[in-house]
């Protein structure tokens, strides 16, 4: 239902409490029978609010213990480096490449410093 809609009916709702002598010929719309109904929307909403409320609160402690949890997970990889040593195997255990096994850098030719952009010597 749009928000417009429930908007509407409630201010139906409203303006039918202004109404003293209303007899519906139908019990069912009677204002006691509006009211009940009135009521129990205001209490699902009300639930809706506090189920919103747990969910946002629930996801913020599920965060901050991820967060946490990664934190130590990285103190727990250096502290595997520093015990072990760069090239352990317990260093690869947890996943994490051995330095004898890191591609070393080529030794790439640098432009010189003192040519210009379009390659000649400035």
């Given amino acids: 239902m749009s928000p417009q809609h429930l908007k509407a009916d409630e201010d139906t ?8 002598h209303y007899q519906p010929y ?7 029978a509006v009211s009940a109904a009135y009521d129990k929307l205001n209490a699902a909403h009300e639930a809706e609010l506090h189920a919103r409320n ?8 599920l965060i901050t213990a ?4 990664h934190e ?20 690869a255990a ?11 850098r080529g030794k790439g030719t640098r432009p010189s410093a003192n040519k210009s952009s379009d390659g000649t010597d400035a």
């Fill in 13 to 20: 709702y409203r303006a039918l409490k202004g109404i003293p």
């Fill in 26 to 32: 139908k019990d069912d719309y009677s204002f006691p």
């Fill in 54 to 61: 747990t969910h946002a609160a629930t996801r913020d402690a």
């Fill in 66 to 69: 991820q967060h946490d949890f």
């Fill in 72 to 91: 130590l997970i990285l103190g727990v990889k250096n502290q595997v480096k520093a015990i072990y040593g760069p090239d352990s195997d317990e260093l």
């Fill in 94 to 104: 947890l996943g994490l490449k051995k330095r004898s096994e890191r591609k070393g």
